[in-house]
């Protein structure tokens, strides 16, 4: 097992099989579906297309907060790399390292890719286009896509 130190959370990992597998100790403050409207159009974003990740809803927009990152960045990415979470690997729904990395729940999968977003130097201070740019260098495509998704969660422009 091996720590790694990220802004306030200890993640803990091992290695099984040549699968990184990766699980948040501490969890930030919860958001309360019923009082964010941001949670519930996400969830009606998630079940429109069939996405098992209405369940997560809350959980990305903690996240999001938490790593001051565009709430639709996340969800977007998620349904351009797994259709949602539907063909995610080892509760991987962002393809996170060519999908070969796992993580012990997709909560955890969500908050590790958030805060990799936001402390490592690859993404650290980018705005979410920079973000998708770096994310996926090799396809100029990738950007539009996500970012179709993003705006139908609300239509402001994508940074």
Known sequence: ???????????????????AIFSPVLHGAPIECAQDDRCTTLKSFFKKYGSPLHA??????EA????????????????????????????????????????KSVEAGIQYVAGRF????????????G????YNPARQQYPPKVIRFMQQLTPEPVQ
């Open 56 to 61: 997560k809803a809350a959980a990305f927009l």
């Open 1 to 19: 097992m091996f720590p790694l130190l990220s802004q306030g959370y200890f993640w803990a990992g091992v290695v099984i099989s040549g699968l």
């Open 118 to 129: 936001a402390h490592s130097p690859i993404y650290r201070g980018r705005t979410a286009l």
């Open 131 to 134: 973000i998708l740019t770096a």
């Open 64 to 103: 999001a907060d938490e790593h001051k990152l565009d709430w639709r960045l996340l969800p977007g990415i998620a349904m351009v790399e797994t259709s949602g979470g539907k063909h995610g690997r080892p509760n991987n729904v962002f393809g996170w390292n060519s999908g070969r990395t796992g993580f």
